[in-house]
């Protein structure tokens, strides 16, 4: 069984880390998922960077840029994450635009993808209608679960269409926003979080995007199943460095 | 073959909608209401009354009658520098602002390279009395200043883009973050036939009026509607797919697309699409795109501001596919020799894009009695810092 569908089934909140490859240095990519784990984070996002991040607010937009100025590419994050498997144990998914996986080639990615031990994708814009079309049968075929969002101008109609095409959980963008803001969620997001939560789907929900500490965390995680913390991890990390992260963990939950 | 949408959004293997399911809401509204609104009698006489007591439309389609002789050809201008603001974008945002009114839209954001989208953009907010935001990148900001100042004259706010190369692309990144921020109250009026699905054929349409008029003045001038070859720079394409939307189904007549070669198509400091980029995504859009072997999006350059973008229409990306389009580029230095030319034998100071178009008479030969069909896309006014420079005329 797929690792993010193991772990969804544990009695407990999730709390996942998104960061992006190749930041702050380049070969930190493997240290930072083992201290993750060791710290006791369920799931990470392994940002691929990206030269234009268009649903990216500054500080990811930096991180990314960053990283690919380090010399990050795709073909190295899967060299760096070849024998990640041996010491890392958590669900693992890939958090990048199209493009970068369309040059890649979409078989050869989702094959490296298996090869190594990612578990799901992320990939913000590919839509679903266009991954039914074309890649679906590509990604099923390496047992690769691909992640969809809903946001709060999401219709119902397309939320439950997104349900059916999902499988493993649905990213839940906390607020009309792009990635970073951090301005905490009042009764908005309340409401539409219970909102959601009265849809009764099928798949869990796992809040994303202005999650920035452990009262934004536990207010995500009311009603949904985890959260998701990256623009405030990233910076994080800009500032104290991989000696950071636990100290930051800690102070989540 | 068809080189038009089809109901999937592509054209050819081009186009759809790549675009975050943040921006879906938005788009789809559009996707589903643009034909419909576009067909509503109401909404055409609105838009053709503005084209014609606003924009000063029909432009002429001049026959330069010096330029012919030098080039032994028949070359007719189709002056849409002469239309309000100076350059053709206006079709596009007079239609766009229509569209957003309908729509309910009571913010406007728009992204600009040379300045002209947004000016464009923000004289149909003043018009319409709507609040007006254009992003632009830093070192454009710095190149066209007269737009600059112009924007802000009309009560647009002009924000700098700061990211990446600080350019056309950067601008428009910024204002696609800006839709995503504000999802409900806003219009993005994109300023080319560039962007998700539908926007490319909704811009390509509110421009297709230029190749609408050039049809009837040609059979007036000459006594056919189809002219041997229509040329035009292609930045996005925007003006360009004016210009040849109805001949796109007629092989008799040639399409020709002009792209900025920069400092030499190879030189790393080009925005020659055709012949650098490769089938990529680039603001929703899967169409051609200059981008490394890992699928970064690369830095174009050109001194034109409105032609430093690397990616194309999807519509003129299944033009170069197919071969239906005749592709060309030209440098920093023989479009800017171009533009002087005109300047000299016709009395007219092009935009550094359109000086893109004139310049393929030096080598790309006609044939005496060919009917030469180039849309002047824009005028000089907002170039004349960078002219005076390049040619010290000081
Ligand atoms: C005068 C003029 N021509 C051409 C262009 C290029 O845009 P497009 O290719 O969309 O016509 C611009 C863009 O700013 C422009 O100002």
Known sequence: MNRIKNKLSENKKILSIYFTAGYPKLDDTVEILQQLEKDGVDMVEIGLPFSDPLADGPTIQQSSQAALKNGMTTELLFQQLKDIRETVSIPLIIM????PMLQFGVENFCKKCAEVGIDGLI????????????????????????????????????????????????????????????????????????????????NPLIVGFGINNSETFLQSTKSAKGAIIGSAFIKMLSEKGLGGISTFIKSIR | MNYNVNEKGYYGEFGGA???????????????????????????????????????????????????????????????????????????????????????????????????????TATVCALMGLECIVFMGEIDIKRQAPN????????????????????????????????????????????????????????????SVVSEEIKIQLKEKEGRENPDFVVACVGGGSNAAGAYYHYLDKPEVGIIAVEAAGKGVNSGESAATSALGKVGIIHGSKTLLMQ???????????????????????????????????????????????????????????????????????????????????????????????????????
């Open chain 2, 292 to 394: 490394t072997a890992d699928g970064q999006i690369t830095e174009p350059y050109s001194i034109s501001a409105g032609l430093d973008y690397p990616g194309v229409g999807p519509m003129h990306a299944n033009l170069f596919a197919s071969g239906r389009g005749e592709f060309i580029s030209i440098t920093d230095d023989d479009a800017m020799q171009a533009g002087l030319e005109l300047s000299k034998l016709e009395g007219i100071i092009p935009a550094i894009e359109t000086s893109h178009a004139l310049a393929i008479f030096e080598t790309r030969k006609f044939k005496k009695d060919d009917v030469v069909v180039v849309n002047l896309s824009g005028r000089g006014d907002k170039d004349l810092d960078t002219y005076i420079k390049y040619f010290n005329l000081n």
């Open chain 1, 96 to 99: 990048g635009y199209f493009n």
């Open chain 1, 123 to 202: 990939l913000p814009d590919l839509p679903l209608a266009e991954y039914e079309e074309h890649y679906e049968e590509i990604f099923k075929k390496y047992n690769l679960i691909n992640i969809f969002l809903i946001t709060p101008q999401t219709s119902e109609e397309r939320i439950r269409q997104i349900d059916n095409a999902s499988e493993g959980f649905i990213y839940m963008v906390s607020s009309a926003s792009v990635t970073g803001s951090s301005e905490g969620f009042g009764a908005e997001q309340e409401e539409y979080f219970k909102r959601i939560a009265s849809m009764k789907l099928s």
């Open chain 2, 148 to 207: 600059v100042a112009r924007m802000k004259m009309l009560g647009a706010k002009v924000v700098p883009a700061t990211s990446g190369s600080k350019t056309l692309k950067d601008a428009t990144n910024e204002a696609i973050r800006d839709w995503i921020n504000n999802p409900v109250d806003t219009h993005y009026i994109i300023g080319s036939v560039v962007g998700p699905h539908p926007y490319p054929d909704m811009v390509a349409r509110f421009q």
């Open chain 2, 18 to 120: 790549y675009i975050p399911e943040m921006l879906y809401p938005n788009v789809e509204e559009l996707r589903q209401n643009y034909l419909k609104i576009m067909a509503e009698e109401s909404f055409q006489k609105e838009f053709r009354q503005l084209l014609k007591d606003y924009v000063g439309r029909p432009t002429p389609l001049y026959f330069a009658k010096r330029l012919s002789e030098k080039y032994n050809t028949k070359i007719y201008l189709k002056r849409e520098d002469l239309c309000h603001t100076g350059a053709h974008k206006v079709n596009n945002t007079i239609g766009q602002i229509l569209m957003a009114k309908r729509l309910g839209k009571t913010r406007i954001i728009a992204e600009t390279g040379a300045g002209q989208h947004g000016v464009a």
